[in-house]
């Protein structure tokens, strides 16, 4: 299983790659995490739905057909580590690819939150989004070890 991270925003700190790589170079091919970066669009005087709508362009564009999609979104489900480490044996099990979303400043577009088959929260707070990478990269890293019981996660 391959998951993909497809994230607007393309300029982030070097600290934030680094801490995304090193989760993401944990992980075995057969369950690699890789990262698509969508350039932020130039704001301008858009409105919020106008920019979304660019950015779900982009977004649509990287999803493969036989992608299973998750939305990151602050009103989707919040997982503790466990229910990640189950959701990512049901993901395995359906034998698809993984598209996780990651929209720009403003949020994913209605209809991206429509096409994913799940939501994904990671807080009610407000994270930024190269953060947002970091704790995605940890957290699957985190939830394969629970599966393959590696002695990363103590809980």
Do not use: F
Request: charged share 25%; net charge positive.
């Amino acid at each position: 299983m391959v998951i993909r991270m497809l994230s607007i925003g393309t300029k982030m700190p070097s600290w934030m790659q680094q801490g995304y790589a090193e989760y993401a170079r944990r992980l075995p091919k057969d369950n690699a995490l890789e990262l698509v970066e969508l350039p932020l669009r130039k704001r301008g005087s858009d409105s919020i739905a106008v920019q979304q709508l660019h950015e779900e362009k982009r977004l649509l564009a990287k999803i493969n057909q036989r992608d299973l999609v998750i939305a990151l979104d602050e009103s989707g489900q919040s997982w503790s580590s466990k229910d990640l480490a189950g959701q990512m044996n049901k993901w395995r099990n359906s034998g698809c690819n993984i598209a996780l979303l990651v929209g720009g400043p403003d949020g994913l577009s209605e209809h991206c939150k429509k096409l994913a088959s799940g939501s994904w929260s990671l807080s009610r707070a407000t994270l930024p989004h190269g953060l947002v990478r970091v704790m995605i990269a940890e957290q699957i890293y985190r939830a394969w070890s629970l599966n393959n019981n590696r002695p990363y996660h103590r809980a």
